[in-house]
């Protein structure tokens, strides 16, 4: 994910992010582990989450500024906007089934998401989002 976000977060082309099923909270441990090594996978599960969270936070963000650029510039310039800005850019991610859990979203919540009013929908079904992490993602509604 470190090698591929940046090029995300610059190649204003896409449209849909889906990167749904590929554990970027972490693998799940097995159920027959012993405590203390579930104990070390979970942190080590909740670092993986937080720097995933980050990534995902950059990538939003980059392209909410460069499609915000953009409109400022049209209109400086006395242009229409048309929908050049809206199509040019992030609208929609998939994240289900990532294994991701509360720590992901307060990273990503840190990157100002809440200010994007271009993305229309992140899917997160089937991730470990406590309360805490909901009642974040309710915030920026």
């Given at each position: 994910m470190r090698v591929?976000?940046?090029k995300l977060a610059e190649n204003s082309t896409i449209n849909i992010l889906d990167l749904s099923h590929n554990f970027l909270g972490?693998?799940?441990p097995p159920k027959d582990e012993s405590s203390k090594?579930?104990?070390r996978r979970l942190e080590r599960a909740k670092s993986v989450s937080q720097e995933a969270g980050q990534l995902i936070g950059k990538i939003i963000s980059r392209h909410n500024e460069k499609r915000n650029e953009q409109v400022w510039l049209n209109s400086i310039r006395n242009e229409p906007t048309a929908?050049?800005?809206i199509s040019n850019g992030l609208i929609e991610i998939n994240l289900e089934n990532n294994s991701l859990g509360d720590e992901f979203i307060l990273a990503m919540m840190k990157f100002r998401v809440r200010y994007d009013t271009w993305l229309r929908s992140i899917n997160f079904r089937h991730n470990n989002i406590s309360q805490l992490g909901v009642?974040?993602?309710l915030n920026i509604l």
């Open positions: 591929l976000a940046p972490g693998p799940k090594k579930r104990a929908e050049e800005p009642k974040e993602l």
